[in-house]
């Protein structure tokens, strides 16, 4: 329960308040034009578009390969991920064709899911971590930024950026692991965990976040369901649809990915789908997200010679295939961080898309915001905003 | 209204020995002034620093480590040194930095940051000054000079040692926390006059705050004057001395587990009243951007810091007071006492300053620790956890009292300072145990009940934590 | 507005030891205290916030973020500046108190970057609406190249003159055709002064358009047209 | 057991009840739903309420423009395309509306799938097809004064926004889209600008 | 009721101690140096640069001696930061004459470099403006935006010295000095800092100086390909009256059939 008072017996006279696009809690260049009674919040109008960069654009622009480098700054947060899903989306376009169908190797899907899960952990970080951060904590944030360093300094040496990767591409992948990523990721994932349970006892635990969070904007699943959300948005709300296990691509067919949802984990106060549960699902995600790239790493075939050999391999050879895909349209549907990043490819047969739209998780929880943001309190919003783990370039893309 | 033995020192001897208006005037404003600057200025100031460090500690970080205070240096040599080239004088602040010694000092001021404290100050005073468009230009100006005299006035009551009290006022505890509430107007100021919206929200926020949580202050406080039986802070400090080498068991905070959880009360309270996390939604920087200071710049907005540190500065120095003893050691006094009168005012200053800077810390750690709690929260906090156990606390200390003197354990301690008689209430070993068993054995009980009806949790939360 | 290039009494730094050395004082102090406006748009975002995190650490350099512009000393353009942003920056840096700097972070805030070309909405370059001292290439840079810029820009605030006649304005707005600022000799985007020869010197060191007190541009040359 | 439905069978139905869907199929055999504009609220909310459909979420809705599509019969409408999802059958559907290019006008369905709103503010941004009944097209993306629609095929770029000019000079950009007239190449051979095109 | 406000307040206080004891754990190593809680920092401008694995991606650099000028990497690049132009030298091998990278537009997502059939293409392992590494800066230009030339340290701390002074005041020969490092066009640079910008008017004349120089060029690049244009023609029609004269039919296609 947030407050006893409603929109309706707010008074008359209301307080015009313009949050963004410049405001820390906004991660980014969110604009809310928020209209307050006092603390309370009447009504909340999402304004965006301050990032819009016309990615969607260039993808019609540029050729098949060199959109990958765009896919990164779609979500720089999770770049491996947003490669991931354009070129999973490129390859079953390629494979609508029998003469243009490509195979990717084994150990390159391998390297793509451990990519993709390291960085969804370290996706989930910066999450939690600027959501404690709006909240007032700021100790546990900066702790999420040491141990996403860490997975930066992985992912640095397996494809030489700490941020905007370009790693994953059409076919496969660009480098193999570098020597001895096995053991470095390992260790990794060992100290990982042990500071993860520091993490949670200093916030997660904590009552008066807790407090904060519980009850606040919950969401029912019908709700959550209609206004499109996507990932752990819609597990918070106890929905139980994950698209690396209900629609897999790659080969997460082969892995028993485990699914949490939202239980109303808050307690007492706390109702199924609140601000709480979807922090807590973002939690344990993680520690999914941990045992996928250990059972990931026990599947990985041994590296041959060749790179474009079917099992040892890490890349396939597209580059013909690419200067004349099939005609037609794609659509597919990945699991990021954010929730589904879906593409819809439209190709005239040329070297460049015809049309490249990008779906993302976060321009639909957007759509919610308005419907969330009555009736809360000033300080809600920054719990609301933060608990949908918002990037702004993929509301705006 | 009497002024504290040094104001009287001084007038006198200023103006003879019947001392007139304006030389107790000066002397009050010396003898208040000059452990505000000394002591309370430079800790405030001093404290930012503390913060930073602290919290990169924290953080895994090392915080402000490559300021020196080579700047100053160079300022000073620069003018000591005016009739010289400029390459000389770099030459001659060279050879200064390179004598033994000079280097390790300088080496130790810039990794204990205290040569960013100074380029932070410096800078600050060079920043333009602004008076934004559409502000109430007067409110605006006026707000930072009054929350920092409301941070400063309470300081004239808070004896820094024996002698070092610029008012005995005979309710001294009730003067503290009525001076310390004039910050709020300049808050309030700030948030009106800065005709910024983010800001009025921070400054009613702060009023809000700070007037309710005046209750749970005011109680608190009361409870030290029940058992002590006086409001004079003074008085207050000479009753915990128990007159033995471990006086430290004399402090009112050992005394009765009511006083330990007033002392408690006061602190958190105390943490609310100067705006700091987890209480600091005046200012909660990712809701209300900077809130009533969002629109200051420069000095005003130094002056708003200033008063900031210098309020937990007095929540520290009045839990110090009034639970911790004060100024008093906590190994016995007579060694101090038996030191020249100016030696033993250091002593005792140097030995309140340790405590209250103790209590920064804390309040810094946590600051860094905890999140922020929300309106609603804060008022709840205040209204239906804190004062309800204020006033249990009250009850169950005049029970103390009640039930103590009926079985005879209170009794007259020694006599300390120069307060002759004082009439202590001075438990025995036995009465003293009795006291912190029962009701600690009864809180235990009550909370090992409400545990197994209440305390459930998640066992997704538990798998979370570890576990545990 | 006096050319400061041109030697003249009382320009002449032994002429006025007082001022001059409490110039480099005040200017000591601002060197190694700048705090940085919280302002980030995209991916560049990320990595300002993994400088100012733990690895990186530019609290040690006395750096601290602030939330409000009117306590930054330095705005760090993190991000890509989309037209429909550019002025919402500009507001943001005229909120910000003198002495003010801005360090452009990333291909994007320096040219429009990878957007520059193929892009509709992308402003190229931060530098077209606010002055800019420090650019860092890099998409987003490394946390060492961001502190390797303000490094440098420490060098330049070390320049800076509180009292005294500064050697060069550090606001001279640089960019190509900023529309705004006070470059008088730019493709005639700064007003019709850039025809008059006589002009053109004084755009090496004229003095800031701000009134010290005002906290608004004194005279804004053109605007949006 | 699944209770899933393929393509065919949920064509079936629909067309059942409008006979005026097509099931169609794209070149790579991708099959979709071309429904009359007329008659898209009432399937939308025939998919969303029938029992054996119950396409709950409306996972995607874009739209491209087809004026350089080589098709067969070659168009220049602007396709709208809207990808259902059911949670609770597990399928999927391609819902397809072509609207004329000039007035492109399509009904909404943010009455049906909440989030539609948000998918239709960008597609009448991006590619300016106007979705009746809709409670707030409004821009989403581009400020409100932005003149023209990014994403169809024939959108010529502006040269300047809110006086700033576009293009940085020294830049070249000899196979770069058309934009509206060219940055003069020095201020004192200013070519008079091209009028600024707009486009439909 | 008062039960649930009894456990209440246990939870606070339980969270409130486990979450200082956390922080105080946290300090208490830091401070010992042991521990997960060990400052991880690097102390960036005092410390050197640790720049982990070989694959990091820093900033172009081209080997002019082996590239052959293909434009591979200008066509995998999603920005075109490339420019280039190339001669033939005496072995009639392509050299670049001319090898520009905009610097301030490339993403550094290395498809040039994945590009490059010769290797001469390759990334940095220094960061992107590391004095340290590469003992000394590397110089791009603003507006014609293109990694202009690379200087030693010594070079460095001169040109900045010079930069930052009154130009009026400069020497003959200092000022000399410094618009041969410098190229007055470019007005200003990336990656070095604290460099002045120059003022309009010799912006103005080098621009002019630039635009002279470029139509020289132009016009002669032009006779060349028109003296050259109007031999081929010449000699194509002769060929084509020889083949005729062979073969009445001819061939429709040219010759370009498969």
Not at chain 3, 162 to 182: E, I, K, Y
Not at chain 5, 20 to 45: D, I
Request: aromatic fraction near 8%; proline fraction near 6%; charge should be neutral.
């Amino acid at each position: 329960m947030s407050t006893d008072v409603t929109v309706e017996t707010l008074g008359g006279e209301r307080m015009k308040l313009n949050m963004g696009p410049h405001h820390p809690a906004t991660h980014g260049v969110l604009r809310l034009m928020v209209e307050t009674d006092g603390e309370i919040v009447a009504k909340a109008v999402p304004d965006h578009g301050f990032l819009h960069r016309s990615i969607e654009k260039i993808g019609e622009c540029v050729e098949w390969p060199m959109f990958v480098p765009y896919t990164d700054r779609i979500d720089y947060v999770c770049a491996m991920n947003a490669n991931l899903a354009y070129c999973v989306a490129v390859e079953k376009l390629l494979n609508t064709d029998p003469a243009t169908a490509v195979q990717v190797p084994l150990r390159a899907e391998c390297i793509r899911i451990i990519v993709a899960e390291l960085n969804r952990i370290s996706s989930h970080l910066v999450a939690v971590g600027a959501m404690s951060m709006d909240l007032g904590a700021y100790t546990p944030f900066l702790h999420g930024i040491a141990q996403r360093e860490t997975v930066n300094d992985i992912f640095e040496k397996l494809c030489g950026q700490r941020l905007t990767y370009n790693f994953v591409t059409i076919g496969g992948v660009a480098f193999d692991l570098h020597k001895g990523a096995e053991a470095e990721i390992t260790a990794f994932l060992d100290a990982f965990e042990k500071e993860m349970i520091r993490f949670n006892k200093l916030i997660t635990a904590n009552t008066i976040f807790r407090d904060r969070c519980a009850g606040v904007a919950a969401i029912s699943a019908a709700d959550a369901v209609a206004y499109g959300l996507v990932g752990p948005n819609l597990r918070g709300s106890g929905v139980d649809w994950d698209i690396r296990r209900d629609e897999p691509y790659g080969i997460y067919d082969r892995l028993a990915v485990r699914v949490p949802v939202g239980q109303g984990f808050a307690g007492r106060n706390g109702r199924v789908g609140d601000c709480y549960d979807r922090f807590v699902v973002r939690l344990l995600e993680i520690n999914e997200s941990v045992r996928l790239v250990r059972e990931a790493l026990k599947m990985l075939p041994a590296p041959v010679e060749k790179k474009t050999d079917a099992t040892g391999g890490y890349q396939a050879d597209v580059a013909k295939q690419l200067r004349k895909p099939p005609k037609g349209e794609v659509r597919v549907r990945t699991e990021a961080p954010r929730g589904e990043m879906g593409y819809v490819i439209v190709s005239d047969g040329s070297k460049t898309p015809y049309r490249v739209r990008c779906r993302t998780g976060s321009f639909t929880a957007c759509s919610i915001f308005q419907k969330l943001m009555r009736g809360i309190f000033m300080a809600d919003i920054v719990t609301v905003i933060g608990s949908f783990d918002i990037v702004v370039p993929e509301i705006d893309r | 209204m009497e002024f504290g033995p040094a104001v009287n020192t001084i007038a006198t001897w200023i103006s003879g020995p019947d001392p007139s208006w304006w030389a107790v005037g000066i002397g009050l404003v010396a003898v208040w002034v000059i452990p505000v600057l000394a002591i309370v200025f430079p800790v405030a100031a001093v404290g930012q620093i503390i913060e930073r460090k602290v919290a990169a500690a924290m953080q895994r970080r090392h915080g402000p480590n490559t300021v020196g205070m080579d700047g100053i240096l160079r300022l000073v040599v620069r003018l000591a040194f005016f009739f010289l080239p400029r390459a000389a004088q770099d030459r001659i602040q060279a050879r200064i930095t390179a004598l033994p010694g000079v280097g390790w000092t300088l080496g130790l001021l810039q990794r204990s940051g205290l040569g960013q404290l100074a380029a932070d100050g410096v800078k600050m005073i060079g920043k333009e000054d602004i008076v934004p468009a559409g502000t109430d230009g007067l409110v605006f100006r006026a707000a930072p000079y009054l929350a920092l005299v409301g941070a400063f006035l309470p300081f004239a009551a808070i004896p820094f040692a024996q002698n070092l009290v610029a008012l005995e006022v005979p309710v001294g505890a009730l003067y503290v926390v009525a001076a310390s509430g004039f910050t709020v107007v300049g808050l309030l100021m700030a948030g009106w006059g800065s005709g910024n919206k983010f800001s009025l929200l921070g400054g009613m926020r702060a009023v809000a705050q700070v007037v309710s949580y005046e209750i749970p202050v005011g109680l608190a406080i009361a409870g030290v004057v029940l058992w002590c039986g006086t409001m004079d802070l003074h008085q207050i400090v000479a009753h915990q001395y128990n007159g033995q080498w471990y006086s430290f068991l004399g402090w009112n905070i050992f005394q009765s587990p009511f006083l330990a959880l007033l002392a408690c009360l006061l602190f958190f309270a105390g943490l609310a009243e100067c705006q700091r996390t987890p209480f600091d939604m005046a200012e909660a920087e990712s809701e209300l951007v900077s809130g009533f200071n969002t629109e200051y710049s420069g000095l005003r907005w130094g002056m708003f810091a200033m008063a900031e540190y210098s309020e937990m500065i007095l929540v520290g120095a009045l839990v110090s007071t009034l639970f911790l003893g004060g100024y008093q050691s906590p190994i016995g006094e007579p060694w101090i006492m038996s030191l020249p009168g100016w030696l033993e005012t250091i002593i005792h200053a140097g030995i309140l300053l340790v405590k209250f800077t103790l209590g920064v810390v804390l309040m810094v750690w946590i600051r860094w620790t905890l999140p922020r709690f929300r309106v609603d929260q804060v008022m709840r906090l205040c209204w239906l956890t804190l004062v309800p156990l204020c006033l249990l606390s009250l009850f169950g200390l005049a029970l103390t009292m009640l039930l103590g003197g009926l079985a005879g354990g209170v009794h007259t301690g020694p006599a300390y300072g120069r307060i002759p008689g004082m009439q202590h209430i001075n438990l025995d070993a036995l009465g003293w145990l009795v006291t912190w068993v029962v009701p600690v054995g009864f809180a235990a009980v009550l909370v090992a009940v409400a545990r197994r009806r209440h305390g459930q949790m998640h066992p997704a939360l538990k798998q979370l934590t570890g576990g545990a | 507005m006096v050319d400061p290039g041109i030697a003249r009494p009382g320009n002449d730094p032994d002429e006025q030891v007082l001022v001059t050395t409490v110039d480099e004082f005040l200017a000591w102090g601002k060197e190694n205290s700048l705090f940085y406006l919280l302002f980030a748009t995209a991916c560049c975002g990320i990595e300002l916030m993994q400088t100012g995190g733990p690895r990186y650490d530019v609290d040690r350099l006395g750096m601290i973020p602030r939330a409000t512009p009117r306590q930054a000393d330095l705005m760090i353009v993190a991000g890509t500046i989309t037209h429909k942003m550019a002025s919402r920056v500009r507001t943001l840096w005229e909120q910000m108190t003198e002495p003010r700097w801005v360090v452009s972070m990333g291909s994007c805030a320096n040219s429009g970057g990878p957007f520059s070309k193929w892009s509709y909405s992308v402003l190229n370059g931060v530098d077209k609406y606010i002055p800019v001292d420090v650019y860092i290439p890099g998409c987003p840079p490394r946390p060492e190249a961001l502190i390797d810029g303000v490094m440098a820009l420490r060098e330049r605030v070390r320049k800076y003159r509180t009292l005294g006649m500064r050697d060069r304005d550090p606001h001279v707005v640089q960019g190509g055709d900023c529309a705004f600022g006070s470059h008088p000799g730019r493709d005639g985007a700064c007003g019709p002064s850039s025809a008059a020869p006589g002009a053109l010197a004084m755009s090496r060191g004229d003095e800031s358009p701000r009134t010290p007190q005002s906290g608004k541009p004194a005279q804004v040359n053109g605007g949006p047209a | 057991m699944s209770t899933a439905l393929a393509f065919a069978a949920i064509a079936e139905q629909v067309k059942s009840a409008h006979p005026s869907v097509e099931a169609r199929e794209s070149d790579n055999r991708q099959p979709w739903l071309l429904v009359p504009a007329a008659d898209l609220p009432a399937v939308a909310r025939l998919l969303r309420d029938a029992p054996a459909l119950r396409f709950d979420s409306l996972a995607d809705l874009t739209g491209w423009d087809l004026a350089k599509f080589p098709a067969t019969p070659p168009s220049t409408d602007i396709a709208v395309a809207y990808y259902l999802h059911s949670l609770a059958h597990r399928h999927h559907l391609t819902l397809k509306v072509m609207a004329p290019r000039d007035a492109a006008q399509v009904p909404s369905v943010s009455g049906v799938w909440a989030v539609a709103n948000y998918f239709e503010r960008e597609v009448y941004d991006l590619l300016g097809v106007a979705f009746t009944g809709h409670p707030n097209l409004k821009r989403i993306m581009c400020p409100d004064d932005w003149i023209g629609h990014p994403l169809r095929k024939d959108y010529v770029y502006p040269q300047a926004y809110n006086g700033i000019a576009h293009l940085r000079d020294g830049q070249h950009f000899e196979d770069a889209p058309p934009r509206v007239g060219d940055p003069p190449p020095a201020p004192a051979a200013a070519a008079p600008a091209k009028p600024p095109v707009k486009s439909a | 009721m008062i039960l649930a406000w009894v456990n209440g307040i246990y939870e606070g206080v339980d969270a409130f101690l486990t979450g200082m004891g956390t922080t105080a754990r946290f300090l208490v190593e830091n401070v010992r140096g042991q521990g997960g809680a060990t400052a991880v920092t690097r102390q960036y401008p005092q410390q050197p640069a640790e720049i982990v694995g070989e694959r990091v991606r820093g900033h172009l650099f081209n080997k002019a001696d082996i590239c052959i000028v293909c434009h591979a990497c200008d066509k995998a690049c999603p920005v075109d930061c490339f420019s280039m132009d190339g001669e033939r030298d005496a072995n009639n091998k392509m050299r670049a004459s001319r090898f520009d990278i905009d610097l301030s537009k490339c993403i550094y997502c290395g498809l040039c470099v994945r590009a490059c059939p010769t290797d001469s293409l390759s990334m940095t392992t220094g960061f992107e403006i590391d004095p340290h590494t590469d003992a000394g800066r590397y110089l791009f230009r603003r507006n014609t935006g293109q990694l202009d030339r690379k200087l030693d340290a010594p070079d460095v701390v001169r040109m900045a010295q010079l930069a930052n002074q009154p130009r009026e005041s400069l020497s003959a020969e200092d000022r000399a000095w410094l618009d041969s490092v410098v190229d007055p066009a470019g007005e200003h640079l990336i990656g070095m800092y604290g460099l002045g910008y120059f003022t309009p008017e010799e912006k103005a004349k080098a621009d002019a100086e630039r635009e002279r120089k470029k139509k020289e060029k132009e016009a002669a690049a032009a006779a060349a390909k028109a003296a050259k244009a109007a031999l081929e023609k010449a000699a194509a029609e002769k060929a084509l009256a020889a083949k005729e004269a062979a073969t009445p039919a001819g061939r429709p296609d040219g010759g370009n059939a498969p």
